[in-house]
């Protein structure tokens, strides 16, 4: 695993290596290592990048009431932008 500081280093030692460096900081864990190396094994980068989608289930349900012939993934597709291919 490449990890804090200047050369690969196991979960473990990174989470020793982060408290050690940064005892005012709430603790990590190794499971938040392993979803931290994860993340940027898949992305490249370790920032959050704010999701696209938005979540408007309620606005969703009141078009499904107004049209409950309409199938809800239209409606979604439709109204909302939701399901883009």
């Not at 196991?10 to 050690?20: D, K, N, S, Y």
């Not at 709430?26 to 992305?43: D, F, V, W, Y």
Request: hydrophobic share 30%; net charge positive.
């Amino acid at each position: 695993m490449i990890g804090y500081g200047d050369r690969a280093r196991t979960q473990c030692e990174v989470v020793r290596l982060f408290r050690e460096t940064h005892p005012d900081l709430p603790p990590l864990n190794q499971g938040t290592i392993s979803k931290i190396e994860a993340h940027n094994r898949e992305m490249g980068h370790v920032r959050k990048v704010p999701s696209k989608r938005r979540h408007d289930d309620t606005n969703l349900l009141l078009a499904l009431e107004e049209n409950p012939i309409t199938p809800a993934r239209q409606l979604a597709r439709d109204k909302f932008g939701y399901l883009h291919k």
